[in-house]
Every structure is written in structure tokens, then in C-alpha cells.
């Protein structure tokens, strides 16, 4: 008996720079990157550049398990790859084609000599947790970019310090190419997705939704009026506290008041900062690190988004 036909790819899936070079380009390019194993965040992302796009325009989603931004102990092993899936997942969004390099295509000469440089903001709260992450993030983000040229690319604001750093490179670089953020996308409860929600146990994500709770209740003295910088950390930290004496604990890497264009901790001295803020947190469960972050307004009670 013939063995049953394959389900037909519902959109190209391109392993080569040759195969994505002879993609005809139609309209304007959005581009949305990804490590794989999609979820309705990166749903979301494919969605806006489906929009930003247009219907005369052209979508591209790549998929690449990055090594240069894993450092040693790090889960590049495990990392989920499910491929085929994300293509599903991918032209259901609205992909027109997934580009999905195996990484001896990316770094044909094995790891690069030459590379991105994320500067001292590189350096602050995820970089300071994860040597050399943002070099070798930003690294592939340049070459990703050279490989699919887009007019525009999207990020998620759940990495928030990415994005930025992604903003900062195509500023001072002078890439061709316009980056915009897609806000993050919660689970009911709050719980920010990741593709490394995963990996948790069922008491180990009742544990992580202590992060999205420390970042509301941070959020909400804002929006209740008079908090300040100091009040904020306050009303994070103790919810932070209590979910350390849970079982199993929550270990907390950093909680960090920030201004989101350079990473740098908000002044605690009331009225010292105005504006936009981002208050992000990072904390292990388990073997599994996740982050995630707000954005609040400082100085104008009630300003909150
Ligand atoms: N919940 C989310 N909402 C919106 N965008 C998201 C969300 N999660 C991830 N993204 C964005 O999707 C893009 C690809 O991210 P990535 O593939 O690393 O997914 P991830 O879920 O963040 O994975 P990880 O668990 O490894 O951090 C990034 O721009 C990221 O900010
Ligand atoms: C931007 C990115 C695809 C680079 O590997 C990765 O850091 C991610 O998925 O956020
Ligand atoms: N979503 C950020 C990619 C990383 O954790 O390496």
C-alpha cells in the first residue's frame, strides 16, 4: 500500500540565505524572529507584522536556536525545537514563509570572530546575569536581519531589554530597517507566555505567577496615586518574599525599576525620575529562569499603561 501522502507545508519553509534570497519580495517586508516552539505571544507578533504588513506585503518569520546567546549551563540543549508545528502555527498568524536556517548555515565558519557589541546597557540586569547574551543576541539579530532585509521588524516587549538594545543597535548602526514592539501577551492569570513555560511542573507555575503578581502590584501602587520609585520596589519585593517560602520557591534573580531606553535604575528620591518606566524581574523556579516586566508612568498619579 502507498504510504499516505504528507501533509502539504502551508507555507515555504526556507533552510538556505539562497533559498530566502530567491523569495520574491512582494511589497513591504515585515519580519518577525523567533527561537521556535511558537505560542500565541509570537502569534501575536506575526499577527502585527501580518497588519504592518498589508495585504499587498510580505511576512517572514524565522525560527533559529541562537548558540551565541546561550552561555555555559544554559538550556541551549534542551531548548524545545518543533519545527513543524511552528509552521503551522506561523501561517496561521499570517506567515507568508518561515525561514529556518540549521546553524551551520548561520555561522559557516563555526562562531564568528567579529561581533555585535551591546555597550554598557548590554551590560545591566539580563546581561549582568548572562555573560556575553546580548553580544551574541544582537550578533545574530544583525545577521537575521542582512538575511531577510525587511522594512520592519517587530519584537516583544516581554524582552524588553532586548528590545531596546535592538532599537539601539539599528539607531547607531544605521540599519535600514524600522523595529517595533508588540505588547505582551499574558495567560489568564497573568503568567507572561514563554516558550520555556514548559518546561515548569504543574507547582512550579503556580510559584512563577508570583512575577507577573510582583510586577502588577508594583503597576497598581502607581495607578492607586502617590507611589514613588521606593513604593513601587516595595510593593514588588514583598510579593517577591512571600513566593521565596513557597513550595517550591521562587529564587529571585533581579527586581529592577529601569528607564527603558538605557536600563538604568530609576533615582529611589521621589520626583527625581518622570516618565515612563519599566519595572522587570527575573527569577528562577526549578531549573527553569524566567522574566518579564510593565511598563508604569512615574510622577503622574494614575498614569499607568
Ligand atoms: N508573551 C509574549 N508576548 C509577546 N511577545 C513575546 C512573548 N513571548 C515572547 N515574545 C517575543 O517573541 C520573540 C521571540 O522570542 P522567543 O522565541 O525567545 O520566545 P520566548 O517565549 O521569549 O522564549 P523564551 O522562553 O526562550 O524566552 C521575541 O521578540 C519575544 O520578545
Ligand atoms: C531575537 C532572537 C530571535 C535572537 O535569537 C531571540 O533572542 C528571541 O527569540 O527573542
Ligand atoms: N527570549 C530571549 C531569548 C533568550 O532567552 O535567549
Do not use: C, W
Not at 508545528?85 to 501561517?91: G, S, T
Not at 499570517?94 to 546553524?103: E, I, K, Q, S
Amino acid at each position: 500500500m502507498p504510504a499516505p501522502a504528507a501533509e502539504p507545508t502551508p507555507v515555504p519553509v526556507l533552510r538556505t540565505a539562497a533559498e530566502l534570497r530567491a523569495l520574491p519580495r512582494r511589497g513591504r517586508r515585515a519580519v518577525v524572529m523567533t527561537m521556535g516552539a511558537l505560542h500565541e505571544g509570537h502569534a501575536a507578533l506575526v499577527r502585527a507584522a501580518r497588519q504592518r504588513a498589508g495585504a499587498g506585503g510580505q511576512v517572514v518569520v524565522t525560527v533559529f536556536v541562537n548558540p551565541l546567546q546561550f552561555g555555559a549551563g544554559e538550556d541551549l540543549d534542551r531548548y524545545p525545537r518543533t519545527l513543524d508545528a511552528d509552521v503551522v502555527v506561523a501561517a496561521g498568524a499570517g506567515a507568508d514563509a518561515v525561514f529556518a536556517p540549521p546553524v551551520a548555515e548561520v555561522y559557516p565558519g563555526g562562531e564568528p570572530e567579529v561581533r555585535i557589541s551591546a555597550g554598557p546597557m548590554g551590560e545591566r540586569l539580563e546581561g549582568a546575569s548572562r555573560p556575553g547574551h546580548f553580544d551574541g543576541m544582537l550578533t545574530v539579530v544583525a545577521k537575521l536581519l542582512h538575511l531577510t532585509a525587511p522594512d520592519l521588524a517587530l519584537y516583544g516587549e516581554k524582552d524588553a531589554q532586548q528590545l531596546a538594545l535592538i532599537t539601539r543597535m539599528v539607531r547607531d548602526l544605521n540599519f535600514p530597517v524600522e523595529v517595533e514592539g508588540v505588547p505582551t501577551v499574558r495567560e489568564p492569570d497573568g503568567l507572561a507566555l514563554s516558550s520555556r513555560n514548559r518546561y515548569l511542573s504543574e507547582a512550579e507555575r503556580t510559584t512563577a505567577l508570583a512575577l507577573s503578581r510582583a510586577l502588577f502590584a508594583g503597576r497598581d501602587a502607581v495607578a492607586a496615586g502617590g507611589a514613588g520609585p521606593r513604593e513601587v520596589r516595595q510593593a514588588a519585593e514583598a510579593v517577591l518574599a512571600q513566593a521565596r517560602r513557597a513550595r517550591p520557591p521562587l529564587v529571585p534573580d533581579y527586581l529592577a525599576l529601569v528607564d527603558p531606553a538605557h536600563f538604568t535604575e530609576v533615582p529611589a528620591e521621589p520626583g527625581a525620575y518622570e516618565g515612563e518606566a519599566v519595572l522587570a524581574v527575573a527569577a528562577r523556579v526549578g531549573t527553569t529562569r524566567l522574566i518579564d516586566n510593565v511598563r508604569l508612568r512615574l510622577g503622574r498619579p494614575g498614569g499607568v499603561r
